[in-house]
């Protein structure tokens, strides 16, 4: 059975650090691309970050890049995803997805298995 996890999310002031984690399990973990998503209240999900299935290779968006750091560690099966100098855009809540296909990741179009999120809320 497949699950995919997502842990570490909560509340945090405007330039404040949180590291997400996603825990994944029943399927070939270091065959898969990870990426992570957000979902901002009443906006549609959004790519953030995606690290390669040996994690040679990242791909962070614009928005994020010099905050957000992605990594892995294929031993303990899991992706984090570091945030540093949180902003209150920064809301929403947060999803981990693996992919088969690597190529334009982070893409919420290619995603075989979905985590059921955590919440992020970034506010003073």
């Known amino acids: 059975q497949v699950q995919v996890v997502e842990s570490g999310g909560g509340l945090v002031q405007p330039g404040g650090s949180l590291r997400l984690s996603c825990e994944a399990s029943?399927?070939?973990?270091?065959?898969?691309?990870i990426a992570w998503f957000r979902q901002a209240p009443g906006k549609e999900r959004e790519g953030v970050s995606c690290?390669?299935?040996?994690?040679?290779?990242?791909n962070t968006v614009d928005s994020v890049k010099g905050r957000f750091s992605i990594s892995r560690d294929n031993a303990k099966n899991t992706v984090y995803l570091e945030m540093n100098n949180l902003k209150p855009e920064d809301t929403g809540v947060y999803f981990c997805?693996?992919?088969?296909?690597?190529?334009?990741?982070?893409?919420?179009?290619?995603?075989?298995?979905w985590g059921k999120g955590t919440h992020v809320t970034v506010s003073a």
């Open positions: 690290i390669s299935s040996t994690g040679s290779t990242t």
């Open positions: 029943g399927f070939r973990f270091d065959y898969y691309a």
């Open positions: 997805g693996a992919t088969s296909r690597e190529i334009g990741c982070p893409r919420t179009d290619n995603v075989d298995y």
